[in-house]
């Protein structure tokens, strides 16, 4: 569904990211790695349309981004749940709200998934934590309500941007758990993270590949 | 169809708040919708004036017959005479003592010796569209050497001229007062987009469309605009409703008001105010939203 063919990125000045091919095919598992500051979080934003790429092209189920209309961006992001590495909350809203966010503006009846809604809260162990409001949370534990988020429309492809920052090993352990059950459901997943323990853990669970991202190439590691 | 534009409760409070600038919108909307009323008022009144002078007194004429007191009546038996043999010529009539009386009281005031003074007498004509005034007038002046037509052409058309005039400012400042709502209303929107500019960038992530985050200002901002408005107009109304009558041949001044179904124009403004207020907002939200990916 997300496909970079020499894609490159620039934030003005001297350019980031240049000549990127990647394929990310359906259920695929990708851990994207690299020194900070590499441009991992660009690449990713790359792939859910929030950057467009200054050359070559990115391409959403086969539509280049730059000639994508605002409102079928819209849609496709419905299609594709993304952990940011800066959560990306609406500060007023409890934590319940901001996980059924996406459901909310996608029209569908928050009401009627209410049941899902606190199953998944449980599952991220944030039914205590439901009527706080984002800033009341711990780094953690927004974390994994970004997560929720994410998962909360049923994604096809889940894009996670150092989504075990701030949680400990267990909590971090139990993601992965998760994130390899959704792919084995047939989700697509790319997981940015500095986190080798991680991906080392990931080895039992799923085939995963492993993309290095440094001086602005992407060399492709080893398979898991 | 409302809900579509304006979008849901639950919506709506996607954006906080706003606290205190809540009540800008709505005092702004609020004058501006009184001025509007008395702005309306004086459209429709000075409209009407201007219709009632262009009409009425286009068919009306007046005969002054300026003769030595022994000559008048002959002269004004003449002058009916002709009148009733000049086709286009509806009705005549003499104006008789009192009537001259009542016409000069306000100048001249009651108990007005007229026997003593040398008035002319009048004689009211209303004519119909073929009435032909040149003729007429060549054959008074040979038959009658007293008589003068005047038609009130000479001072009904400066009057009709300065309302119609009076007409087109009450356009214009309508126009001016909508212009500076949808631009109040604008910088409030603007205002309040940049103060949410978090709340747009994690709508769009989540896979809003512009439509939607557009709606969950518009909403707010409709409703405050139509509901300052109504506050506004309901004043505005009142305050002309009990304007002190004078009487009713006084100026267009105390003619300030709305005549019968007029009044059906009021709860126009409301809605008015919503909707341009509501295309401010939307105008203003989506090129907000631009910045926004
Ligand atoms: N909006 C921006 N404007 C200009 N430069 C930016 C912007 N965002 C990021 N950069 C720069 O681009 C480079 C890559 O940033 P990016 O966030 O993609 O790195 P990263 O690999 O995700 O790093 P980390 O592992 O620390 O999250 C950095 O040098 C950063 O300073
Ligand atoms: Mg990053």
Redesign the pocket.
């Known amino acids: 569904m997300i496909e970079l063919q020499g894609a490159g990125y620039s934030?003005?000045g001297a350019g980031?990211l240049a000549g990127l091919d990647l394929g990310l095919a359906q259920g695929s598992f990708h851990f994207l790695t690299?020194?900070?500051?590499?441009?991992?979080?660009?690449?990713l934003?790359l792939c859910y349309g929030d950057l467009k790429p200054t050359s070559g092209q990115v391409l959403l189920d086969g539509r280049d981004t730059r000639s994508l209309e605002r409102d079928g961006l819209a849609r496709m992001r419905r299609r594709i749940g993304v952990v940011h590495?800066d959560c990306q909350f609406i500060d007023h809203l409890s934590i319940r709200e901001n996980v059924a966010l996406p459901l909310m503006v996608a029209g569908r009846d928050v009401a009627a998934e209410a049941v899902n809604l606190a199953q998944l809260l449980g599952w991220v162990g944030l039914a205590p934590r439901a009527d706080a409001l984002p800033p009341q949370l711990s780094g953690g534990e927004r974390q994994r309500a970004a997560l929720a988020r994410a998962i909360i429309m049923d994604p096809e492809v889940i894009i996670a941007?150092?989504p075990t920052g701030n949680i400990d090993w267990e909590m971090s352990q139990r993601l992965l758990t998760l994130l390899a059950e959704l792919n084995r459901m047939g989700k697509t997943v790319l997981v940015?993270t500095?986190d080798l323990a991680l991906i080392r853990a990931a080895k039992s669970q799923v085939s995963a590949r492993v993309l290095r991202?440094a001086n602005g190439v992407l060399s492709s590691g080893a398979e898991l | 169809m409302l809900d579509a534009a304006l979008g849901d409760r639950q919506a709506d409070r996607v954006v906080p708040p706003t606290g205190h600038t809540v009540w800008l919108t709505v005092l702004t909307a609020t004058a501006m919708a009184f001025l509007a009323v008395f702005a309306l008022a004086l459209a429709l009144a000075t409209g009407r004036l201007a219709d009632r002078w262009a009409d009425s007194l286009a068919q009306a004429a007046t005969i002054r017959v300026s003769a030595p007191p022994e000559q008048a009546d002959a002269q004004v038996d003449a002058l009916q005479a002709i009148l009733a043999a000049t086709p286009g010529v509806a009705e005549s009539r003499v104006l008789d003592q009192s009537e001259q009386a009542a016409l000069l009281e306000p100048w001249l005031g009651a108990d007005l010796p007229l026997d003593t003074l040398p008035l002319p007498r009048l004689v009211e004509v209303i004519g119909t569209d073929d009435l032909d005034v040149e003729g007429l007038r060549q054959r008074l002046a040979a038959e009658v050497p007293g008589a003068t037509y005047d038609d009130h052409t000479r001072w009904r058309q400066p009057l009709v001229r300065a309302a119609d005039r009076l007409r087109a400012l009450g356009w214009i400042a309508l126009t001016l007062i909508a212009g500076t709502l949808a631009a109040m209303v604008t910088l409030a929107a603007q205002a309040a987009l940049s103060a949410n500019s978090q709340v747009i960038r994690v709508l769009r992530l989540v896979g809003a469309r512009d439509a939607y985050v557009a709606r969950a200002f518009t909403r707010r901002f409709t409703l405050r605009a139509a509901a300052g408005a109504l506050i506004g107009t309901t004043l505005g109304g009142l305050a002309i409703a009990f304007l002190p009558q004078a009487d009713p041949a006084g100026g267009f001044l105390t003619g300030l008001s709305f005549a019968g179904a007029a009044w059906l124009l009021l709860p126009l403004i409301p809605l008015f105010a919503g909707a341009v207020a509501f295309l401010a907002t939307r105008r203003a939200a989506l090129s907000a939203l631009a910045r926004f990916e």
Request: aromatic letters at 4%.
């Open positions: 934030y003005g980031l690299g020194p900070s500051g590499a441009g991992k979080t660009t690449l934003k590495q941007d150092e940015a500095h991202l």
